[in-house]
């Protein structure tokens, strides 16, 4: 994501947004749903390659925007994550009809602009910045906050060499300025963090959807966030 040539910064006619590539596709769409509902994915072609992204996080201004690019698109994302049963999946497809759907399956729309609907903000933001001693603490702060609903999500990335994730909600709902972040270890790149809360223990795990735990999605980005630097 790109500016675009001899695209001028006006202000009252774009709105501009601070864009974070994520890793992958699937990234994209486990960010797009939280299980009680999903959102639609917009797209825009930009030179040999399409840009994806879903709504926005409102920062401030500019609000910060999550993408990919990929080479082809469809007309909609199908996307369904590991369950014990079932192998999870993600990709593009040009119908809304799903024959045996599984649980937990969803179909994002895709909606495709014919030129890019923002202006890309220059430099870095500004945010306050505080870690978090232990990351489960960090995680169960994330799953007390969707304790009525909903399955809450961290960032995940890596830093000089470790592993981080990170939230803009530890404080407040509405506040999200703040950028709280812990160190954490993970093998691999696994789509959840569970709490058993009869046990007190949180695990990664690729699979979702067992009802004895409460869920926290992983969101990879394809780098740090360009204005962490950690304490």
Same mark, same amino acid.
């Given at each position: 994501? %790109? ?16 864009? *974070?590539?994520?890793?992958?596709? +699937?990234?994209? !769409? ?12 917009? !797209? ?36 369904? $994550? ?34 890019? $609907?923002?202006?890309? %903000?220059? =430099?870095?933001? %500004?945010?306050?910045?505080? =870690? ?18 909903? *399955? ?30 812990? %160190?954490?270890?993970?093998?691999? +790149? ?13 695990? $990664?795990?690729?699979?979702? =959807? ?11 980005? !394809? ?6 630097? $950690?304490?």
């Amino acid at each position: 994501m %790109k500016k675009a040539d001899g695209q001028k910064n006006s202000k009252g006619t774009k709105r501009t947004v601070y864009p *974070v590539r994520l890793k992958r596709l +699937d990234d994209l !769409a486990l960010n797009a749903t939280s299980f009680d509902g999903v959102r639609p994915i917009y !797209a825009f072609r930009e030179g040999d390659h399409y840009t994806l992204f879903s709504q926005s996080i409102k920062i401030g201004d500019p609000q910060m925007t999550l993408y990919v690019n990929e080479s082809k698109i469809g007309k909609y994302i199908i996307f369904r $994550p590991h369950t014990m049963t079932e192998k999870g999946t993600c990709g593009f497809t040009d119908t809304s009809v799903i024959r045996n759907p599984q649980p937990n399956t969803h179909l994002f729309p895709i909606i495709e602009f014919e030129k890019a $609907p923002h202006e890309v %903000k220059q =430099g870095k933001l %500004k945010i306050n910045q505080v =870690g978090i001693v232990d990351f489960d603490k960090l995680l169960k702060g994330v799953m007390m906050q969707h304790a009525e609903g909903g *399955v809450g999500k961290v960032f995940a990335f890596k830093y000089g060499g470790d592993a981080y994730i990170s939230t803009f909600h530890i404080l407040d709902s509405d506040d999200i300025k703040t950028f709280s972040y812990a %160190k954490v270890k993970l093998e691999k +790149d696994y789509s959840f963090f569970r709490y058993n809360y009869t046990e007190d223990r949180i695990e $990664p795990t690729d699979t979702f =959807g067992e009802s004895s735990y409460l869920y926290v999605r992983i969101i990879y980005l !394809a780098e740090a966030f360009p204005f962490f630097k $950690p304490e």
